[in-house]
């Protein structure tokens, strides 16, 4: 293996460390909001906040926005269902 690969490797493995923890930070904050709105007797699905987000991201990031949105989805159904 080519040390031009192993760097790239190394990197991939700290981005792949910060994305993590704040996926993780992610959900325990937006399990909190779930936890309120249990709570306040308020729904859990928010269709135009989670929409709101994924333009956000889209925006942010054309480039990757079929993936962030697959990836979001995922983050948002996991959260509301455990």
């Known amino acids: 293996m080519t040390n031009e690969i192993k760097e790239l490797r190394a990197k991939l493995d700290l981005l792949d460390d910060k994305i993590s923890d704040l996926i993780s930070e ?13 709570r306040n007797d308020m729904p859990k699905d928010d269709f135009s906040r989670e ?7 889209s925006e942010l990031h054309p480039e990757n926005s079929e993936l962030l949105k ?13």
Request: cysteine-free; aromatic content about 10%.
């Open 70 to 82: 697959e990836i979001y989805g995922r983050i948002f159904d996991w959260v509301k269902n455990h």
């Open 26 to 38: 992610r959900v325990k904050t937006a399990r909190k909001i779930v936890e309120i709105k249990g």
């Open 51 to 57: 929409s709101a987000i994924l333009n956000r991201i």
